[in-house]
């Protein structure tokens, strides 16, 4: 991944799904994306996923 791709994410505060658009990459190589309030940030590969089926897949798995 890289500043630019559009990821898909769990939004716990909004509690709903949403895609984002990653915007830095920090030292240790994450990624990340700062939203337009300050509620809204995500730091992490491992949560960030390339499109909403695959989000979807990630969470079903942890919930069968």
């Keep these: 991944m890289k500043p630019g791709d559009k990821v898909w994410v769990w939004d716990n505060h909004a509690h709903k799904i949403r895609p984002i658009e990653l915007s830095y990459l920090l030292p240790d190589g994450r990624m990340g994306h ?23 897949e990630h969470y079903r798995k942890i919930f069968e």
């Design 34 to 56: 700062l939203g337009n309030d300050v509620n809204t940030m995500y730091v992490a590969n491992v949560h960030f996923f390339p499109t909403r089926e695959a989000l979807c």
